[in-house]
């Protein structure tokens, strides 16, 4: 009886659920790693591109929240490691932790792919240093998306009482700190300046001197096999003018936090670029907030430091439908109107320079000028500049920041800091390499 | 008072403060999170921090975190997930268990070290296998999928398995010549006299279900199937510092832990003191 039935059934569902199928409108998979407001932001451009250029093509995009950026690059591994292709979604928000990942996926549908698709795009209008992220290997993987550099923030009210101009150089940061009173009216001790180096800053300050932290353009181009900071001397000019800082007693050898910031301890603090609308909250008018560009090591290098944030890349699930909705959505999120909105709601820097163009920009960079600092560097930073790649990551943080804690702490001098430097961070690459050969 | 007795009630009192020291040093992490639920974010950047907050009729905090992510439909995945995984856990490991401790058969030692060593694999290298087994039964996104990999545990098996040695064979035996069987022996015999473990177990199985956050995260699609850990990441701010709407979601996703443990632990409890006069 059960025997006979139960083709039926199956059938008859089948039927049903094909007939379903037809009329409504393919769901386009978005995987984000927004969270908090950015996330809410986020949901809000998704539905509004559904309400428009998602009902002209008959697609809903439904966005959906994987986790922190390493969590969704997990997730992504475990998905291709088990081959389980139908579980990729269409769009995914990516950062650095899954670039290679989805380079290696065999399921890429890259930027590049799409451009030819639509050779109309132009590229041109989006920030080449911030595209230059998210190529490997000579190719355009995906579109940037958030995109946040380094800058520098500072007490604009306690260096224009001290009569101190916002620092530019290493050696300004010097000229402040001799000028700073030792007090604040709260008793707290003041401190001109608190940095422990690591490898994101040291890439931002070898980047300046026209020197790669590690080989192959800091590891962007393929893996990185070596140090490329020793024979041209910028590690030994960045170590000592890094020295000079703190025996002038313009440097703390710890990390500056924002907390000591914004209680006005600390005159100057140098963050991501995405964390001025939370400064600004957090300080609630009890100082000025001044924003200028990342400090210089010394009058010779240039200004700027590396981007970092995420892109959007897409996968090919094999339906030329789905893929020119997927570019369509890619497209209107690094759109102009969409980038101005992002940006001055969250501090980002717009990807697109349509963006700056808008009126809702121009309207707050009139009201907080420390919105446009950020892609002001971004747009005078040298494009070679790149943040780096390397296998032992963490090691490598720890080998750099170590090194250098150590050196000041302990009064090494800068020959022999460089010294033990090249040898450990050496020996770090030379051992992922023997161990993934 | 006697030297003696002097001596023994100085000795007696040290033990209780370093007690009460170190049992402060392990919730004091709980109680800052708590308290820090109710600070407003103002309170959290002043320098230097303050303990207490301002009031505790500041809930704006978890206002925020219930706005901005379903607590109260997480809250229930997580409920639903814990509660099926424990309760398949907790099964699996009395039946083997009591095979174990009770039952002679071939490679009895093997196959209990087998299920021993199963407890030295980090759970991470097993999350691609994991993930392709629940991928092929068709169980992503439900919460089946979500709970099945807790079914079987090895340290459950385990202690269960100490806890029935325990009990003298010979009485199960002059049981069994009166003819109660296996069954009827588990359930109404060991399985009471056992309810301390069982419920320390279940606790600590909960407890371990209700804080996963990968392996839900892995295995769920859809954003109404997510678990507590994962809307607390949601309103994790990734460039900046929102402590307070975080303690705010923390603390709400432990009240189901607290409330279990403080109806159990009378549990625990009671049958100890039980146990006592029965021995």
């Given at each position: 009886m059960t025997k006979r039935i139960l083709p039926l059934l199956l059938a008859a569902l089948m039927l049903f659920s094909l007939g379903a199928q037809a009329g409504e409108a393919a769901t386009l998979v978005f995987w984000h790693s927004m969270s908090d407001e950015t996330g809410l932001l986020l949901d809000k451009y998704v539905n509004s591109f559904n309400e428009t250029i998602g009902k002209e093509l008959n697609v809903t995009v439904e966005a959906v929240f994987q986790g922190q950026y390493s969590d969704a690059t997990t997730k992504l591994n475990s998905i291709l490691t088990a081959e389980d292709?139908?579980?990729?979604?269409?769009?995914m928000n990516l950062d650095a932790t899954g670039k290679v990942a989805y380079f290696n996926s065999g399921r890429a549908w890259t930027m590049d792919d799409a451009l030819k698709a639509d050779p109309?795009?132009?590229?041109?209008?989006?920030l080449p240093i911030t595209l230059g992220n998210w190529a490997f290997s000579g190719v355009q993987l995906g579109m940037p998306f958030a995109a946040s550099t380094t800058i520098m923030f500072y007490n604009k009210t306690m260096l224009d009482q001290a009569g101190?101009?916002?620092?530019?150089?290493f050696q300004d940061i010097i000229t402040l700190s001799e000028k700073?009173?030792?007090?604040?009216?709260?008793?707290l001790d003041i401190i001109a300046y608190s940095v422990l180096p690591n490898t994101p800053t040291l890439a931002n300050w070898l980047g300046q001197l026209?020197?790669?932290?590690?080989n192959n353009k800091n590891g962007s181009e393929a893996m990185a096999t070596e140090l490329a900071c020793i024979d041209n001397g910028a590690l030994e000019t960045f170590l000592t003018e890094w020295k000079g800082m703190y025996e002038a007693g313009a440097l703390t050898n710890a990390a500056g936090t924002t907390d000591q910031f914004v209680a006005g301890q600390l005159a100057v603090l140098t963050t991501s670029s995405s964390n001025v609308t939370s400064l600004l909250e957090k300080i609630g008018g009890a100082f000025e907030l001044g924003a200028g560009y990342?400090?210089?090591?010394?009058?010779q290098a240039s200004a700027g430091a590396t981007v970092s944030g995420s892109s959007l890349v897409m996968f090919d699930k094999q339906d030329d439908a789905k893929k020119a909705a997927s570019w369509e959505l890619v497209k209107y999120l690094a759109s102009p109107g969409v980038q101005a909105e992002f940006a001055a709601a969250t501090g980002y820097v717009p990807v697109n320079r349509g963006a700056l163009e808008e009126a809702g920009y121009q309207a707050l960079v009139a009201e907080y000028?420390?919105?446009a600092v950020a892609a002001d560097q971004l747009a005078a930073t040298?494009?070679?500049?790149s943040s780096v790649t390397v296998g032992p990551a963490k090691d490598f943080y720890y080998a750099i920041q170590d090194n250098i804690a150590m050196m000041l702490d302990e009064d090494l001098s800068v020959e022999e800091t460089v010294e033990i430097m090249a040898d450990e961070l050496s020996g770090l690459l030379y051992q992922y390499q023997q161990a993934n050969q | 008072m006697s030297g003696l007795k002097q001596r023994r009630m100085l000795g007696g009192i040290a033990v209780q403060i370093t007690a009460l020291l170190v049992g402060l040093t392990i919730i004091f992490p709980i109680i800052y999170g708590i308290l820090g639920a109710f600070k407003s974010p103002a309170e959290f950047s002043a320098?230097?921090?303050?303990?207490?907050?301002?009031?505790?009729?500041?809930t704006q905090n978890f206002q925020d975190a219930f706005a901005r992510v379903p607590f109260l439909r997480y809250g229930l995945n997580s409920l639903i997930v814990a509660l099926i995984g424990t309760t398949a856990r907790l099964l699996f490991a009395v039946l083997a268990a009591f095979a174990f401790a009770f039952y002679d058969f071939r490679f009895k030692k093997t196959l209990f070290l087998v299920i021993l060593a199963t407890?030295?694999?980090?759970?991470d290298t097993l999350l691609v296998t994991n993930y392709l087994t629940v991928s092929r039964l068709g169980l992503l996104n439900s919460y089946l999928g979500m709970a099945i990999t807790s079914f079987v545990g090895a340290t459950q098996m385990f202690m269960l398995r100490q806890s029935f040695l325990t009990f003298p064979r010979d009485l199960k035996e002059a049981g069994q010549i009166d003819g109660c069987g296996d069954l009827r022996f588990l359930a109404t015999i060991l399985l009471p006299i056992s309810k301390p473990v069982l419920v320390t177990l279940s606790v600590q199985s909960f407890v371990t279900l209700w804080n996963a956050y990968l392996w839900p995260l892995l295995v769920t699609?859809?954003?109404?199937?997510?678990t507590i850990q994962v809307g607390i990441t949601m309103i994790t701010s990734f460039e900046d510092t929102n402590y307070h709407l975080v303690l705010a979601g923390v603390t709400l996703s432990l009240i189901p832990a607290f409330l279990l443990f403080i109806v159990l632990r009378r549990n625990i409890h009671r049958n100890m003191t039980a146990g006592a006069l029965v021995g």
């Open positions: 292709y139908g579980q990729l979604p269409d769009v109309d795009y132009d590229i041109s209008q989006i101190a101009d916002a620092p530019e150089t700073l009173p030792e007090k604040s009216d709260t008793g026209g020197s790669y932290v590690v990342y400090p210089r090591v010394n009058a000028p420390q919105y040298p494009a070679e500049m | 320098y230097p921090p303050s303990f207490w907050p301002k009031s505790f009729a500041y407890m030295m694999l980090p759970g699609n859809s954003t109404n199937m997510r």
